[in-house]
């Protein structure tokens, strides 16, 4: 019998093979797919923590650098840590670090960078400001053992002259709060340089009055009308630190 060619028989053919060629031809098919875990993906940072983020001229402060990060194939990570300066001190968890930023105004930067060890690494950088010093005051107004009621509604005064405390023309006040009715902590920042002098007053009788039976604590000794204030020197980017002013 003669072979006769049919026409759409052989379209059928080319057709099917061109859907094998195709198929063969994807990724990840046929004798030529990668075998499975040749390929190593990056380790992954999701951040970089920096605790304080802003420290002060001349204090010292270490910082404490933190990275958090993993990698996506279950490779156990190691760390490096790099900075424009300052020691870095190693700690037992070796995604965590201290580090001593550089006494210097300006920001400072840490890169960290997590590591594999099969060539896969990433890394990621936290930026620490090192600021000057502010210009101020700073002390604990404290209630006497014994002393009435509480400083609770008390307010402290600051004076920039003699001649004002003395007249009671305060240049600031400040109230107590509620959360500190026996100590008070306090920090006046932006001051100019100069003598001040601070007292703290609660009006008992609520006569208006700075009488005998008030609540009053001095920096200096005594009380009214016989109170001998003590001059506080605010120096230029210097927190003057008073201590106690005790109020009875």
């Not at 080319?14 to 040749?38: D, H, K, R």
């Not at 840590?81 to 700690?91: A, H, V």
Request: glycine share 10%; net charge negative; proline share 7%.
């Amino acid at each position: 019998m003669a072979c006769r060619w049919n026409g759409s028989v052989a379209a059928a053919w080319i057709a099917t093979a061109a859907a094998w060629i195709a198929l063969y031809s994807l990724p990840g098919c046929g004798v030529e797919e990668t075998p499975a875990g040749s390929s190593n993906r990056n380790p992954v940072i999701d951040s970089v923590t920096v605790h304080p983020d802003t420290v002060l001229k001349g204090e010292r402060d270490t910082v404490e650098v933190v990275v958090y990060a993993y990698d996506p194939d279950g490779d156990s990570l190691t760390y490096s840590f790099s900075s424009g300066g300052g020691p870095i001190y190693l700690t037992g968890t070796r995604s965590r670090i201290f580090w001593l930023p550089p006494d210097t105004l300006g920001p400072w930067t840490m890169l960290a960078s997590a590591m594999d060890g099969r060539d896969g690494v990433a890394s990621r950088a936290a930026t620490v400001i090192v600021t000057e010093l502010p210009t101020g005051l700073s002390g604990t107004v404290q209630l006497a053992v014994g002393a009435p009621g509480t400083m609770i509604g008390a307010r402290l005064y600051l004076f920039d002259s003699l001649d004002d405390f003395e007249h009671r023309r305060d240049f600031m006040k400040i109230w107590i709060p509620e959360t500190s009715p026996a100590t008070y902590n306090f920090t006046i920042a932006n001051l100019r340089p100069g003598a001040y002098y601070l007292d703290v007053w609660k009006d008992l009788d609520e006569d208006q009055e700075l009488g005998p039976d008030d609540l009053y604590g001095l920096y200096g000794t005594g009380r009214p009308p016989n109170a001998q204030p003590q001059a506080a020197q605010v120096i230029q980017n210097r927190i003057t630190r008073l201590g106690i002013l005790t109020v009875e």
